[in-house]
């Protein structure tokens, strides 16, 4: 019902501002999917595991409308719709829900869900987010998004780059703390039911926070760093369990020319998936090349490296890696055809392609063409 009545109020929204668009300059609609139709085989244990089979997945829509009140106000809605084929249903999400402030490019604030410091920076730097999520969000160590005060800018030469966001630390997808049960059935299935009191929360003892530096010393070098801190939104009052507080060091270097672009990206965490359970650590790279054969063909290629809990399962290790081929028909989409392979041993894990890995180990195996098509 809830992702319903989102889905609805976006469209309306949508359609109400659409009428004014034409003769207000000042409001802008934009779009950007992300789609694949490919071949899958997943093991765990040596034996093959759904979701392997063919089919065709959107893994992302993202439909935005941006207004302007002005040089320096402005508010902007996001909505963010997937198919999963594996569990074989739709989600919608807001994405991005903030008022902005822009008092200069040194200083810009949002207060919302908006874009966090780290996630959207280093996916700019990659350019093949259609493909696959970088290095955290592939193995969920971060979100792109999330509820609270964001604060951003950049120096008039453009060296310098920053980014601040007190957060709830929930992410975007989950903005109260506590899963809300709006009703409760206390009687037979045709009779009344009772609201919930108290039934969630948006409020914790604390808010997370995440910060980047980014540096441009020459034209099409970019550095950076990053940090994060706080209880990922499980410090609510009342809660029983014990909460580890999470803590991420960040950095990335990527080079980009007309003809390539290579990149590294680099993570070392503390209790970086769950903090309600055992204090864990862990770490991994991202490298990542692509090199341009003509002006709209370009090949690319991409090995990811992690230990995503050192400290309760030290042997568990992920590798990933990607390579393919990039075709740029026309101006906003871009196709690709890829082949992807993961490998987990000695365990498994939750990643963006669902969870991998089995008592001893397991592989997933793709094939297939990815798209991207933006507007």
């Known amino acids: 019902m809830r992702n319903r009545l989102l ?4 469209m309306i929204a949508c359609a109400g501002i659409s009428l004014n668009a034409s003769a207000d300059e000042s409001t802008t609609i934009s779009g950007k999917m992300f789609a694949d139709v490919t071949s899958l085989t997943q093991e765990s244990n040596s034996t093959e595991i759904a979701p392997s089979g063919m089919g065709m997945d959107v893994k992302r829509f993202y439909l935005g409308v941006n207004k302007d009140f002005g040089d320096m106000w402005s508010a902007n809605l996001t909505s963010d719709f997937g198919y999963d084929s594996y569990a074989g249903l739709t989600q919608v ?12 490019d040194a200083v810009t604030v949002r207060a919302g869900a ?3 410091p780290w996630g959207p920076y280093v996916e700019g730097l990659y350019g093949m987010r259609y493909v696959e999520n970088t290095l955290l969000d592939r193995l969920k160590f971060s979100t792109s ?3 609270g005060l964001h ?3 950049k120096t008039s030469d453009g060296t310098v780059n920053y980014a601040v966001s007190l957060i709830n630390g929930g992410g975007f997808k989950n903005p109260l703390t506590v899963t809300q049960k709006p009703y409760v059935n206390t009687s037979d299935a045709g009779a009344a039911k009772d609201p919930v009191t108290a039934a969630s929360t948006s ?3 604390g808010m997370d926070i995440e910060a980047r530096v980014g540096f441009r010393p020459i034209n099409g070098l970019d550095l950076g760093i990053g940090y994060y801190n706080g209880k990922l939104g499980k410090d609510y009052t009342g809660t029983t369990a014990t ?10 270097a990527a080079y980009k020319t007309d003809q390539y672009s290579v990149g590294a990206e680099y993570f070392s965490a503390e209790n970086g998936l769950d903090t309600t359970k055992a204090a864990d650590k862990a770490d991994g790279s991202s490298l990542y090349g692509s090199y341009k054969l003509q002006d709209n063909v370009s090949v690319f290629a991409r090995y990811d490296s992690a230990n995503p809990n050192k400290t309760t399962a030290p042997n568990l290790t992920d590798t990933y890696y990607n390579v393919g081929i990039g075709y740029q028909p026309r101006k906003n989409i871009d196709l690709a055809l890829v082949y992807k392979q993961e490998t987990v041993e000695n365990g498994s894990i939750s990643t963006s392609n669902g ?3 089995g008592t001893t180990d397991g592989t997933y195996n793709e094939i297939g063409v990815w798209s991207q098509v933006s507007f």
């Open 7 to 10: 889905t609805t109020a976006v």
């Open 93 to 104: 999400f807001v994405k991005k829900a903030y008022v902005q402030a822009k008092v200069s």
């Open 114 to 116: 908006a874009d966090m």
């Open 145 to 147: 998004s999330d509820w």
């Open 151 to 153: 604060l951003f800018g």
């Open 203 to 205: 409020r914790t003892k």
């Open 243 to 252: 909460v580890e507080t999470a803590s991420r060091l960040t950095a990335v």
């Open 355 to 357: 969870t991998i890995g």
